[in-house]
C-alpha cells in the first residue's frame, strides 16, 4: 500500500532495507543472541517507515488532499 499511496520506488527501497535488516537479525543471532539488536532496529525502522506511510497516505486520501498514484505499477 506505501507503493500506492506515497511512492514506489521509495516502497522498494524499504522493502530492501527491511529484508537486509532480518538478515543482519539471523546473522546477530547465530553469532551471539545479543548481537542481534541492530538488525532489528534496521528491519523495525523500515517497517515503521513503512506502515506510518500507508496510514498517512490512507488518510491523505480519504480526506482528499493528497492524489493518489493513476498510473498502473507494471
Not at 500506492?4 to 522498494?12: A, F, H, L, M, W
Not at 546473522?27 to 506511510?53: D, K, M
Request: hydrophobic share 55%; charged share 10%.
Amino acid at each position: 500500500l506505501f507503493a500506492v499511496y506515497v511512492d514506489p520506488v521509495i516502497s522498494g527501497a524499504l522493502g530492501v532495507l527491511w529484508v537486509l535488516g532480518r538478515m543482519m537479525y539471523v546473522s546477530g543471532y547465530i553469532r551471539e543472541a545479543q548481537q542481534r539488536s541492530t538488525g532489528f532496529l534496521v528491519q523495525f525502522g523500515a517497517w515503521g517507515a513503512l506502515f506510518l506511510g500507508t496510514l498517512i497516505g490512507l488518510v491523505w486520501k480519504a480526506a482528499g488532499w493528497a492524489p493518489v498514484l493513476t498510473q498502473p505499477l507494471l
